[in-house]
């Protein structure tokens, strides 16, 4: 059950932020709409997390529930980036530089999957960096190939970056 909900409050958190910035205002039929939209995220999020969690000493349900809780900076970020924006006169002059400050939960989630495997699924200190960095690389990558199946992510990020 730990595990439904954890992937539960993914898809609430995703669907509220994404709902809220697009729109501007949050209400009861865009946060299920939003949620719903967006529960594909923690599907995908569970397959990654059966490539990280594999073969640790913990029940693969336990260690699920427990790789759905390293979501946390991911959950804060898009939560304040989304509150920034609803409270801004001009947020369209906010969303790139906000969006570029993705590298803080992506470095703390980082670090909250190498103690979890390190810690709670009892890999060793080297199994455990490759596990995280494995997990990442499918993460983000997977994030690459959807953005640009969805909107030719890429070349504006390159392009923002590079002004």
Known sequence: MRLVSGMALVALVIGTATSAAATGRISL?????GTVSWSVVPLAQLFTGVLLVRGSRLPLADALARYFET????SLWLLTVAGLLLVSTNPGAWVEPLALTFVVPMALTFRRLNVLCRTQLGFDAAKARRRTILHQAVTISGLVVYGEYAGGLLPRFIDTVGR
């Open 71 to 74: 979501h946390r900076p991911w």
């Open 29 to 33: 039929g865009l946060l299920a709409s």
